[in-house]
């Protein structure tokens, strides 16, 4: 298995507080993604990264940033929580541009009451 | 709007018979196309690809076909086990990043 770690794995927050969710990789891969999985959406692309402080917006990036400072760790934050960011989030890594396999964390349930 | 679409939330099979999944796509542009495998509190594992200058690929029991005049993908598990039984996402890749689609709970019966 890749070696790809997330946390925290679970967390309950309260609607407008900033959360972090982390991604550590060992696999010394260049891209990096996080995803959230809702029900009737799939998987759906919320930021990426290319390398080192190279990031860029997916399709709901919409109340998040993101940050990689160091090749193994890309950081997600909500900036203020809300209920609709209620979703399990995954982190995914793969060594190169075209993607043809990406490694997957275990996710992480978050909860905004 | 969807770029990846599986129109089937969830199939049913029996042990032993033939699953087909399918997937359909919107974007011409697309280089490969992927399926991943996904069990509950789990995150997707990659299954089996095909790049976009084949039309079949095998692997073991399962077999991807891709038909792109129709942007249609489908993935065959045949003979279909219990342990097959997961949520199986398309997924298609051009450029950075990978596009997937909603998901088809594969339920293996015995």
């Known amino acids: 298995d890749a070696g790809i770690t997330q946390s925290p794995r679970h967390k309950v927050t309260e609607t407008g507080t900033p959360v972090t969710l982390r991604c550590h990789q060992t696999e010394n891969h260049r891209y990096m993604y996080w995803y959230r999985q809702d029900p009737g959406h799939g998987l759906r692309l919320i930021h990426y990264?290319?390398?080192?402080?190279?990031?860029d917006k997916g399709e709901v990036s919409d109340g998040y940033s993101v940050s990689r400072s160091k090749t193994e760790d890309f950081l997600l934050t909500l900036e203020s929580a809300t209920s609709s960011q209620t979703s399990v989030y995954f982190c995914?890594?793969?060594?190169?541009?075209?993607?043809?396999?990406?490694?997957f964390g275990q996710g992480t349930r978050l909860t905004v009451v | 709007d969807q770029q990846v679409k599986q129109n089937s939330p969830s199939l049913s099979v029996q042990e032993g018979r033939i699953s087909i999944l399918n997937c359909d796509y919107t974007n011409s542009m697309f280089d490969y196309f992927l399926w991943y495998k996904k069990y509950p509190a789990e995150g997707p594992t990659f299954l089996i690809s095909i790049s976009s200058i084949k039309d079949k690929n095998e692997d073991g029991r399962f077999t991807v076909f891709l038909n792109k005049s129709a942007k249609h993908l489908s993935l065959h598990i045949v003979p279909s086990q219990p342990g097959d039984s997961a949520v199986y996402f398309c997924a298609t890749g051009g450029g950075n990043k990978l596009t997937f689609g909603t998901g088809t709970q594969l339920k293996v019966e015995l």
């Open positions: 995914a890594i793969s060594r190169r541009m075209e993607n043809t396999e990406a490694f």
């Open positions: 990264s290319y390398g080192v402080k190279d990031t």
